[in-house]
């Protein structure tokens, strides 16, 4: 899996490069993180910001596990040069691709995730309801990503996120992971181990 995890919306330009959006010319996007929501009004937000590329955008809602293992969903996604998924309810995606084919395609293809939507990808997710740790899909190890919340409950994250990595995209932090972790924008990014100051690289 090649991918790139921005914190929000607001750092879409530099992680749309840096997945290389600009030299795609197929780039779908998957909604499902969006479905309580509204899954078009969040990829018309994408779709906007993709105006200029010149790519072709094909876009799939994806809301439900039927849609995640039918044939002409799967295979849009697999003819993208990149992916893009977007915000919304993380446990609700998880719950979508987990053991689908559509989660099978997601984990061999180029994508930019925007904020929470992107922990889902990791072993270990971070539960947005309480803060706590629980199972993602595994699509890599060695990472936890997450975004922040109240002092109390990115507090409570920290300590119970143990001796694992955990990483905390603000509003316009970009990470890259192709294999290895890099940092895009940093700006707003924390990086924790134990409670304690890290880095992506540790």
Same mark, same amino acid.
């Given at each position: ?8 919306? *607001? ?28 899954? *078009? ?58 053991? +689908?084919?559509?989660? *099978? ?16 990808? @990791? ?11 629980? +199972? ?17 409950? +990115? ?6 996120? @143990? ?15 192709? @294999? ?23």
């Amino acid at each position: 899996m090649n991918a790139v995890f921005a914190g929000s919306l *607001d750092a879409f330009a530099p992680a749309a490069a840096a997945a290389g959006v600009i030299r795609a010319t197929r780039v779908c996007v998957v909604a499902t993180a969006a479905a309580f929501r509204g899954p *078009d009004e969040a990829v018309e937000q994408v779709r906007s910001l993709l105006a200029a590329t010149g790519a072709t955008i094909s876009a799939v809602s994806a809301i439900d596990r039927a849609s995640a293992i039918d044939s002409s969903t799967v295979a849009e996604v697999r003819s993208a040069d990149v992916v893009i998924l977007v915000e919304g309810a993380a446990l609700h995606a998880r719950s979508v691709w987990r053991r +689908t084919a559509l989660g *099978d395609a997601l984990n061999e293809a180029t994508l930019l995730c925007v904020g929470t939507t992107g922990s889902v990808l @990791g072993a270990t997710m971070i539960d947005p309801r309480g803060g706590a740790p629980t +199972t993602g899909l595994g699509f890599f190890d060695d990472v936890v990503l997450s975004v922040p919340a109240g002092p109390e409950q +990115t507090q409570r994250t920290r300590e119970l996120a @143990g001796e694992s990595l955990l990483v905390e995209l603000g509003r316009r932090s970009v990470v890259a992971f192709d @294999g290895r972790w890099r940092v895009v924008v940093g700006d707003d990014l924390v990086v924790t181990r134990a409670g304690r100051a890290a880095s992506l690289s540790d």
